[in-house]
């Protein structure tokens, strides 16, 4: 097979483009699921896009949560933790999003058992694909609409992968012996930073 059957292609395109605004990897990341499945022929090959729609389901569980969706009661969420990180999220959207949330739930654990499923099918795959572009771009929609999606320069740690990361004061020193002030974007687990007013100024601080 050369080509999904019908609309799919079409249909899916359609969602990746919308989360491509927010998200060019997530994006890319449900391009190379239809790559695949195009090109797949064994068991294995379907349980593949089921471990590409993960990875990816990860990094937009990621790219829509912010470490201040965190309630005050839970300490630690690990930055795998895709439904809790989503469930947070939407915990902060205006009105009823439980159908969201249980069909997010759902497009989720299909992208679970296809990864490990040994009957794995070009069915079962393209359902998967074409659920999860579905529920991210919804998810998309209804962050966007109460402002939720917030434009970062980066979401995530670079160099560790952490989370944590926290807008700092800093002040540099200019030429006639001032200071100026400018936000410094640091990680709070390996020390990694990045200043936008900078140039995009990034390193390691010590
Ligand atoms: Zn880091």
Not at 23 to 49: C, G, W, Y
Not at 144 to 151: C, G, M, P, Q, S
Not at 179 to 189: N, P, S, W, Y
């Amino acid at each position: 097979m050369s080509e999904l059957p019908g609309p799919w292609s079409d249909i899916i395109n359609l969602f990746t483009q919308y989360i491509g605004e927010h998200n060019p990897t997530v994006a890319r990341q449900i391009n190379m699921t239809i790559d695949q499945l195009v090109a797949a022929h064994s068991v294995e090959e379907f349980k593949q896009i089921g471990v590409t729609m993960r990875d990816s389901w990860i990094e937009y569980a990621q790219s829509i949560f912010r470490l201040e969706f965190i309630p005050p009661s839970v300490s630690e969420l690990s930055s795998s933790d895709v439904k809790r990180m989503i469930e947070y999220s939407l915990r902060r959207v205006t009105g009823d999003t439980r159908y969201l949330k249980k069909m997010v739930n759902t497009a989720y654990d299909l992208t679970n058992k296809l990864q490990h499923d040994t009957n794995a099918t070009f069915e079962m795959a393209l359902m998967c694909i074409s659920s999860s572009a579905l529920c991210m771009g919804l998810l998309h929609l209804t962050m966007a609409r109460d402002e939720l999606l917030v434009k970062r320069p980066y979401y995530k740690c670079p160099n560790c992968g952490s989370l944590k990361l926290e807008v700092r004061e800093h002040w540099e020193a200019d030429i006639d012996g001032g200071a100026f002030r400018v936000d410094k974007l640091v990680c709070t687990e390996c020390n990694w930073f990045y200043i936008e007013e900078m140039g995009g100024m990034s390193g390691i601080q010590d």
